[in-house]
């Protein structure tokens, strides 16, 4: 019994017994952690790969002698089933961000953690080979043509193929060789860690720590920058992205110089690269496993694939055109669909009182145009409304109402531009005013066409006194 065993490790370090042992959330791997309370707190692991444990174990060691920050191993079972580490506490970086990655808005203390971890991922890529044997990685003691391959067919078989999507495979094939040729444009003897990404750093003290490494292997640097800064579920903003990835430039440069044009060229291979590798473990994971974790990812996933695809990849014709069909899949334009922003803009009469909102947010923005002079006083305009060129080229002529509406685009913009990147699916703008004909309707058409021309979004436009509804559908 796992349990048991761990309990046996512990005293036998320790020389007394743990009083408490518990088994923590599991992660993607079939490895299970517990932490075990007693004279000293620590970590208890159960790997069923006596290869893949002892890869850990030797580089664990490898990297504390090195003084990069990883959690030190202090005992293991014979056959390295089990084995005893520090505790590094509760904290994992992806959890530390949360309110960031939910939002899209990183403030200064999460934007700190995140430089602190991608600068320090150039030390233990190139101090930590110092004397390193690679011969003690698994599966593979290096980043090859094969391993490449394997990825690849790890997402065609365990996502593609999964979809339904038909394709032709040889043409596929063509490309993923073409691919290889790509990500094995250069060596080095640097360290790729291969999953480094948010779940796989503990935060300590305000300080990152580096777990689950035990997949590394000798590889380019360009895999981890990518894992790190386009993992599906952080999301993090562009800005945010481009701050971070200058950041590791810059520190990569106390062990090598950079030119920044062909890193960058270099890099986009390996984001595309490694998204589909990790669609490939979403689709093995969260599809055969049925691990909900990794089916909640797949969206996340599937729109940074989308927005790689805005710049071409030349050098992969036929597998650029197989992704492209993808992402247009019922079953992701139908999520992504449920995803976007609708703004609800309503022209209305006060005297009939402000409009619900269906959708249960409790309302938006109200803008009362009653400030405005009014065409309503004279009688030649009432059979006009907002829409009509005699009440435009009163209002426009005006003018009161064109600078009314500049101030409303600013701060209407900044609403949906946050809404977009916090994947808000709903936000309402009402304007009223006397009768609901006039002014209020013309500044409701014209922010629903700024809105449409603008942002792309779907905009849903009510005038409610005239009983007209006009959309404009997204063309995001």
């Known amino acids: 019994m796992v349990t048991e065993a761990l309990k046996r490790l512990y005293y036998k370090y320790t020389g007394q017994e743990a009083e408490d042992i518990t088994e923590l959330p599991s992660s993607g791997s079939n490895r299970r952690y517990f932490r075990l309370n007693g004279i000293k707190n620590l970590i208890g692991v159960s790997g069923t790969s006596p290869e893949e444990n002892a890869a850990f174990l030797y580089m664990a060691d490898h990297f504390s002698k090195k003084g990069l920050p990883v959690p030190q191993v ?56 110092d004397g390193f044997d690679f011969s003690y990685c698994y599966p593979q003691p290096e980043f090859n043509r094969r391993s490449i391959l394997w990825d690849l067919n790890y997402f065609k078989y365990c996502f593609l193929k999964a979809t339904g999507m038909e394709f032709q495979e040889d043409r596929l094939e ?77 520190a990569l440069r106390k062990y090598t110089p950079v030119d920044e044009n062909y890193f960058l060229s270099q890099l986009r291979h390996f984001v595309l690269f490694r998204t589909l590798q990790v669609l490939g473990a979403y689709g093995f994971r969260g599809y055969f496993e049925k691990k909900p974790h990794f089916i909640q990812s797949v969206p996340f996933a599937i729109e940074n694939l989308r927005q790689l695809l805005r710049e071409d990849y030349p050098e992969y014709p036929y597998l650029s055109s197989v992704l492209r069909e993808l992402t247009e899949l019922k079953q992701f334009s139908d999520d992504r669909q449920k995803r976007m922003l609708e703004v609800k803009i309503v022209s209305f009469a006060y005297k009939k009182g402000i409009p619900n ?9 109200v803008f009362d145009c009653r400030a405005i002079n009014n065409p309503g006083k004279y009688e030649r305009y009432n059979h006009f409304t907002g829409l009509d060129e005699p009440v435009i080229s009163f209002l426009e002529n005006d003018g009161e109402i064109t600078d009314f509406l500049q101030h409303v685009y600013t701060m209407v913009d900044a609403s949906v531009k946050r809404y977009l990147d916090r994947g808000f699916t709903n936000l309402m703008v009402c304007f009223g005013c006397t009768g609901g004909q006039h002014r209020s309707v013309y500044s409701a058409q014209h922010l629903a066409e700024h809105l449409s021309s603008k942002y ?21």
């Open 74 to 129: 202090y005992c293991w079972s014979d056959d390295k089933s089990y084995y005893l580490q520090e505790d590094l506490g509760d904290t994992l970086l992806f959890n530390a961000i949360e309110k960031g990655r939910k939002s899209c808005v990183f403030d200064e203390c999460e934007r700190t953690l995140l430089r602190k971890t991608i600068t320090l991922l150039p030390s233990i890529q190139f101090a930590g080979t």
């Open 174 to 250: 063509d490309d993923f060789q073409k691919m290889s040729d790509v990500l094995l444009h250069n060596t080095s003897d640097t360290f790729m860690y291969r999953d480094f990404q948010s779940r796989n750093v503990m935060i300590k003290d305000g300080e990152p720590w580096f777990i689950d490494f035990q997949g590394g292997r000798k590889g380019p640097v360009y895999y981890d920058v990518a894992s790190f800064l386009w993992q599906a579920k952080a999301r993090y903003p562009e800005d945010l992205r481009k701050e971070l990835l200058n950041d590791y430039m810059q």
């Open 357 to 365: 909102d269906p959708t249960g947010n409790g309302g938006g923005f």
């Open 456 to 476: 792309g979004v779907k905009v849903h436009l009510v005038h409610r006194e005239q009983n007209i509804e006009q959309i404009f559908d997204a063309t995001l």
